[in-house]
């Protein structure tokens, strides 16, 4: 069997502790193990199968089963249903070749080899009779009391030289070790209580896999349907694919004749040759991830279902493309079960509104009905679900990642002004894909992805393709990084500033203050109270602004400063005081006013900054109310507060 060996968990109920075998596998896996090993030398024969199907239906085909020692075992389970891929057996166990013969051409049977005559043995032995080596120990460990002497990375490099078969390392492995071994020529390494005995496996599983990648950018599979237009399909998830990181790799599952304007025809070559696509890649390459995109019939959808249950990477994503952007259902009823059977492979499902709808057989109408729907659907498929909002009515786009206990994180923010939507949802499901591949957990791919999204989406206009819905700019965060030019310019810097924070300036707009400001509706009073307020931090802010005149590092910055100083003083105090006096329905008190907590708040930051002494962190401090004043003003000043610039 052609394996994935490269994070091996060993189980010790020990070391597991309160949690159990059965919860610390689950976990490990869900961190990326890619084979179980079930090792208990105290549990019965019959205890042991028991574990076996209980692992089985724990693991659900995320990772190979393999039992220590008791070859039996394995047999009874398969005959109660397990599915057991193997057994690992001992230089005293049972022999290799009764194994193969009791459980076929296609298990997974390991051997221990600690001796150049052990590797001797293996090599006599007829082809395809031991799948690989366990070699150990790489240093002394307690979990194997009566284990071999220690080989050290050194000794294990020279065994593994001389092993026919793939060499897994073992014995008192960490993390700092996987490296070294993985350069020694190591398949993988198998681990006790690195996983077992930590607080959390599920990081401690994915700690190695990054260890294990090392610095190369993950290698992400895009199995979609084509766009010529680019817009969407293969062709987004590639860009959005390397725009985050990844080298991207792509298998076809169907051709269209589309653009922006829409889709003009579908051609479904035949699903063996998706299949052979999809094997020609993973006999060659080592896929960290996939993300599933359309697939058009139920054939198509259990083909790709068949190849997860026998090579499945550790990420999965899957974009459950069922409903059109018009609300058509895409999919016919047995295709649609078939997808529901997939998305109990995926880690994490990328449905929009209506595919929610489908997948759950809810009815979602707005923003709370999602939520209940998302997890509901990860409660019955396993997998985390990230609720889109995007189809929602309304100015808000939340997002909001939910497993089968409810919502993980949600975020929010105003919806980003652009009609260049076009395959949206496949690049936020590539880029979800390619950032966990890169190590970072669901709630933080979550963030970063969507954070990479709205740039796309906020520079989508520049792109100018199309004369439909146009694409997003998938890569306009390297292009506004100047990473296509040698040194962007201060005016590119700016820009690409104001993109960076352009939530933060979507959400200032969005507050109610700034809405009533903006539509005449805001009280005599709020304003009045604004404006006390202000002439409070006026006359700090002056203060601030005189420090840094004495901080500026030249004459022409210090004057600069020092007449913005002035001008807090003198222009808008005076117009305050213009505001803010009896005559005009405010009284003494009112302008006396305690600054508020925000404003206190506020001055406290700019103090700190200004008492820092590095002229540098204070105009860093005092700028933004320069820039977002002047934005605001302008803005708001030309009648609208929708349009950025
Ligand atoms: C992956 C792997 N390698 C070596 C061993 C040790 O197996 P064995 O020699 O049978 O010793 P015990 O595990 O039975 O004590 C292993 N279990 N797994
Ligand atoms: C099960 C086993 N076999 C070994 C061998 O050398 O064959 S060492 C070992 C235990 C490894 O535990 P830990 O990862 O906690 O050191
Ligand atoms: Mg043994």
């Not at 230089?91 to 076929?104: I, T, Y």
């Not at 700190?608 to 002047?630: E, K, M, N, Q, R």
Request: with cysteine; charged share 20%.
């Amino acid at each position: 069997m052609n394996a994935d060996l490269s994070l091996y968990l060993v189980t010790d109920a020990a070391l597991c502790g309160d949690r159990g075998v059965v919860a610390t596998v689950r976990e490990a896996v869900a961190g990326g193990v890619a084979i179980v090993q079930l090792r208990d030398k105290d549990a019965s024969d019959a205890q042991t199968v028991d574990l076996l199907v209980e692992l089985s239906h724990a693991i659900a085909g995320r990772a190979l089963l393999v039992v220590n020692d008791r070859l039996q075992a394995a047999v009874d389970a398969r005959s109660r249903g397990a599915r057991v891929d193997g057994v690992h057996l001992g230089q005293s166990d049972a022999s290799v070749r009764a194994a193969r013969e009791a459980l076929g051409p296609d298990a997974l049977i390991g051997l221990t080899a600690n001796t150049p005559a052990h590797l001797d043995a293996v090599r006599a032995l007829p082809p395809g009779t031991v799948d690989y080596v366990g070699i150990g120990v790489i240093r002394p460990t307690s979990t194997k009391p009566d284990h071999p002497p220690a080989l050290g990375v050194a000794g294990f490099r020279t065994l593994a030289a001389l092993s026919p078969v793939p060499a897994v390392a073992i014995g008192g492995i960490g993390i700092d070790d996987v490296t070294a071994l993985r350069e020694a020529g190591a398949a993988g390494v198998a681990v006790v209580s690195a996983l077992c005995a930590v607080e959390d496996p599920h990081a401690a599983a994915r700690a190695f896999r990054r260890a294990w990648r090392g610095q190369r950018p993950p290698r992400v599979l895009s199995i979609a349907g084509s766009d010529p237009s680019g817009g969407a399909g293969i062709q987004a998830d590639l860009k959005a694919i390397a725009a985050n990181g990844g080298y991207g790799m792509a298998a076809i599952t169907a051709l269209t004749a589309q653009n922006t304007r829409g889709v003009r025809g579908v051609h479904v070559p035949p699903a063996d040759f998706l299949r052979a696509q999809l094997d020609a890649v993973a006999d060659d390459i080592e896929i960290d991830a996939v993300k599933i995109g359309m697939l058009a019939d139920a054939e198509v959808i259990r083909t790709v279902g068949d190849w997860l249950a026998a090579r499945r990477p550790d990420t999965v994503v899957l974009d459950p493309v069922m409903v059109s952007t018009s609300g058509d259902r895409l999919l016919d009823s047995d295709a649609e079960a078939a997808l529901l059977d997939l998305a109990s492979h995926a880690d994490l499902l990328t449905p929009n509104l209506d595919e929610l709808a489908v997948l759950s057989g809810c009815r979602v109408g707005d923003w709370p009905e999602a939520l209940a729907a998302a997890q509901q659907v990860a409660a019955r498929t396993g997998a985390l679900v990230l609720a889109k909002g995007g189809h929602l009515a309304g100015d808000q786009t939340p997002d909001a990642l939910v497993g089968a206990d409810g919502v993980i994180v949600e975020h929010r923010g105003a919806r980003i002004d652009t009609t260049s939507t076009h395959g949206t949802g496949c690049s936020l499901s590539s880029a979800l894909a390619t950032l966990s591949a890169r190590g970072k957990d669901w709630p933080e791919a979550v963030a970063g992805a969507r954070e990479w999204l709205r740039e796309s989406l906020r520079a989508a206009g520049t792109l100018d393709v199309g004369r439909g819905n146009g694409p997003v700019s998938h890569l306009a965060g390297l292009w506004q990084r100047g990473a296509l030019e040698t040194r962007p310019s201060p005016d590119d810097v700016r820009d690409a500033w104001w993109v960076s924070i352009a939530e933060v300036r979507a959400d200032i707009d969005a507050l109610p203050f700034i809405r009533a400001l903006a539509d005449g509706t805001l009280g005599r009073d709020r304003f009045l109270g604004y404006l006390a307020q202000d002439a409070l931090y006026l006359r700090e802010y002056a203060r601030v602004l005189a420090e840094a005149a004495r901080l500026a590092p030249s004459t022409q910055e210090q004057a600069f400063w020092a007449q913005s100083a002035q001008g807090a003083i003198a222009g808008e105090l005076e117009l305050h005081a213009s505001w803010l006096t009896p005559d005009t329905g405010t009284s003494a008190t009112t302008f006396s006013a305690e600054p508020s907590a925000v404003n206190t708040a506020y001055l406290d930051h700019l103090r700190a900054a200004a008492f820092s002494g590095d002229h540098a962190v204070l105009i860093a401090a005092a700028l933004p109310c320069f820039w977002l004043y002047t934005d605001l003003g302008v803005r708001l000043h030309a009648g609208s507060s929708g349009s950025m610039r």
